[in-house]
């Protein structure tokens, strides 16, 4: 994409997120998020398919960086290592980017519509991880368990990061693996429940 | 509720599964639903706000039935051991009702619409579960953590519990627990990861 185009996109997402913090996001039109990035409803339309699209730019990006560090790193890692890998790696440009990410959580949490679409987005990704999983040898079941939790503790650690400014989205990632690890590997965690 | 209304209730449910198999949820009407089920179609918004609702019927129960659960089982069980139990349980009504959770299933991974309102459903089920792990004394973080990868890995037994009509709900969500607790107790696991 030539620059103006990259430049435009990136003025209408930042001028949706305004606009859906001042009037919400039901209060808002496509033709307003244009007229406030400065080009007209055309360019939007031909950036973004409705008003929810404009909040989650880049998960193609992110689908396609994810899956191939899933699938081209080492052999010899676990499969938890390897989803913390590359939850990382993606989780970088997150972390550069919280003065974007911080609003655009609060907005999305604040309505149904667009906390719907992000959750079905997630769990199209958690079907790319399985999918890259599988890819490097795991089990059909075992991919989806994996992705499916890994996910989940990815988007724990995000939440975590998000309300406790004083972390690095790393430093949550790296924990909530941990702590995952050690719900998990308590002798008794099941035993009880087998005999229930 | 009057046994009549508890009725009523059931054949809009089915009524409703019945038209969107036949003509797809976007092309059925509430009035249809209703007709289908015998009532008027006051009836139907008297037991249900919107079409999408009619089938995500008993979550109030299931909600009430997870928290009264964990919160009562216990005090030395392990967290995983408690969702695994809680999990279990609440999974016999959906074990015996196949017949209907079956094609339900079918419709809603058919329908964006009803498939983003069932995510949003489990995610505050999800909520509902990391609160009562809270009301039993774990921490915060560790009761969110645990309760959305508990809850992705119930998710990921039911999913293969639909496609795998041989095996029971119970022996898949004893195995996503046993394989999650597998996953994560691997002395390599995230080794590797945090010296990438």
Redesign the interface.
Known sequence: MPRSGADARRRLREAALELYRERGFDRTTAAEIAARAGVNERTFFRHFPDKREVLFDGETELRDALLRTIVEL?R???????L??AF?KSARTLADNRPFAEPRWRVIAAT?AL???E??K??ALAEVVAEALRRRGVGD??A???A??G???Y??AV??WLDNPGESLDAQL?R??????A????P???????S?
Chains 1, 2 share one sequence.
């Open positions: 080492p010899e890692m676990g499969v938890f290592a390897v913390l890998a990382r149904p906390r719907e679409r959750l079905a997630h769990a079941g075992v989806s368990l994996a499916r939790t996910w989940a503790a988007q724990h939440q975590a790296t909530a693996f941990d702590d995952l690890c719900l998990a590997a308590r008794d965690t099941l035993e009880t429940a087998a229930d």
